[in-house]
């Protein structure tokens, strides 16, 4: 069985170049990953791409991707609000393979092989949590991290998380399991207006404070700000949260008692070897399930099937998947000697988590007691016919064998979650007309309310969506209510890291 710990939080540490969370990391002693760079891809029919085209392919497309944001940091004040990524994807590869490298091809392999490339491109969407169709090209930018490499964080943030919660637990009171209805600026006890904010609880009471920091996850914002906020939000504030969009990633662990994908002699046959220039030269992003940044691994053997698999826009499951979403895992059983186990772990977004987690609604409805990490057995069949599709096309898998049928499912489900706003963290869609000034809103907050926002939202540009984002952004509010009453710090520092 997977432990809750090991799928109810974060996987990823983005970027290693002075990241404060790698820091705790290497403090607490949490094993991180760096994935060797080979990938399995499928085709539409289900078979296995070859190493070649699979290395070409990759590379191609993130070639494009990488001139793609760069189009974007230049051009984003020109570009209009309505173009897609994938429209920019669908534009530069109508001039590939019409060189005379290619003129053995027919027009219609030619198409074949850009076709590939676009369903490739849907890899986007577990990034960042939506539809690569919805990715705004404008605000493509954004979508750059930190530099530096991408690690697995393979001993999950467990310990992380209990230092960076150490002070607060052991110096503050802290109160769980309390709902807020709202927040709501009013005269201290001297008399100033706007001097203090008192917090109103969902079962009626009511307490005063000096200052008030909310780290309510945007999707929560966006449901909740006409309500939340007395007197209302500025107009300008409430709009922004409006266009920011919200991602809806969620995580599926899929654990058998054996991982069979990985005694497969075979299984590295269909694999892009190690990380492709363009895979290692392009802007760092929030990759979850392509080896983007990864370090070179030199000559060394890879018994294993690949960290990374990716089954394009599916034509073979009809049954359960008629819209044919892009599928894609990570292997757990890769990673280091005392953290691996026999685990698949699937990373959808947009319509396949909107679907899931339909399942896992109606699964609760039914059944009190079923939760997303131990769903009830009805649930689990059903996630796992979703599923079967792919992983019995992974090297090695026996339909009669007992030991190559999955033993549990965990899932996060944070598209059913009404704390986590339904989804899971900032990302920025097409539509969106001002996305940069938007996050400067949201960082801003309202202090001459005395009320601050922080998360990953708020974060500085190059870490927007991520654990280091949120840390950030908390730091720096922080600075901003420390300078406001005099203690250390510059004005402007509550602005956060990276502006």
Not at 401 to 406: D, I, R
């Amino acid at each position: 069985m997977v432990t809750v710990g090991a799928g109810s939080g974060p996987n990823w540490i983005h970027g290693t170049e002075d990241n404060p969370i790698l820091d705790l990391a290497k403090e607490t002693g949490t094993i991180t990953h760096a994935w060797d760079g080979r990938q399995c891809i499928y085709d539409q029919q289900g078979a296995p791409l070859s190493e070649k085209e699979a290395t070409d392919a990759s590379e191609t497309i993130w070639s494009i991707i990488g001139d793609g944001m760069e189009f974007s940091k230049q051009n984003s004040a020109s570009i209009p609000a309505s173009k897609s990524l994938l429209e920019y994807v669908n534009e530069k590869t109508q001039a590939l393979y019409s060189n005379e490298e290619y003129a053995h091809l027919d027009e219609a392999a030619r198409e074949k092989k850009r076709n590939l490339l676009h369903k490739i491109a849907e890899m986007w969407g577990a990034f960042v949590g939506s539809p690569v169709e919805q990715q705004s090209l404008r605000f493509f930018w954004l979508e750059e991290c930190i530099d530096g490499e991408n690690l697995f964080v393979a001993g999950t943030y467990k310990k992380i998380l209990e230092r960076i919660a150490k002070p607060a637990l052991e110096g503050a009171e802290m109160r769980f399991g309390q709902r807020v209805r709202a927040v709501e600026t009013v005269a201290d006890e001297d008399g100033n207006a706007e001097g203090a904010v008192r917090v109103h609880l969902a079962d009626g009471h009511s307490e005063v404070f000096d200052e008030v920091v909310m780290t309510t996850p945007l999707g929560w914002l966006k449901r909740n700000k006409d309500t939340a906020f007395i007197p209302p939000l500025p107009d300008r504030l409430a709009s922004a949260i409006d266009s920011i969009g919200y991602g809806c990633l969620d995580k599926f662990y899929i654990t058998f008692p054996t991982a069979f994908w990985n005694t497969s002699s075979s299984s590295a046959t269909s694999s892009s070897p190690d990380p492709t220039s363009a895979r290692q030269t392009v802007p760092n992003t929030t990759a979850t399930t392509a080896p983007v940044h990864q370090p070179p691994q030199g000559t060394t053997s890879t018994p294993h099937h690949p960290g990374f698999t990716q089954w394009t826009a599916p034509l073979y499951a009809d049954a359960t998947n008629p819209s044919g979403w892009n599928q894609e895992c990570v292997n757990m059983a890769a990673l280091p000697a005392g953290t691996e186990h026999p685990t698949l772990l699937f990373y959808t977004f947009g319509p396949t988590s909107q679907h899931l987690a339909a399942i896992l609604a109606a699964d609760a409805k039914r059944d009190p007691s079923a939760t997303p990490h131990s769903p009830s057995p009805a649930a689990t069949a059903e996630l796992l016919r979703f599923f079967a599709p792919y992983y019995t096309r992974l090297p090695g898998f026996d339909h009669a064998n007992l030991a190559h049928q999955p033993a549990s499912v965990l899932a996060t489900a944070w598209t059913n979650d009404e704390l986590a706003g339904y989804g899971s963290y900032c990302n920025f869609q097409t539509g969106l007309e001002r996305g940069d000034e938007d996050v400067e809103v949201l960082r801003r907050g309202l202090p001459e309310r005395r009320v601050w926002l922080a998360g990953e939202h708020t974060a500085s540009f190059l870490a927007l969506g991520t654990v280091t984002g949120a840390y950030w952004s908390g730091e720096g509010v922080g600075r901003g209510i420390a300078w406001a009453y005099g203690v250390g710090g510059e004005e402007g520092e509550g602005k956060g890291k990276g502006e």
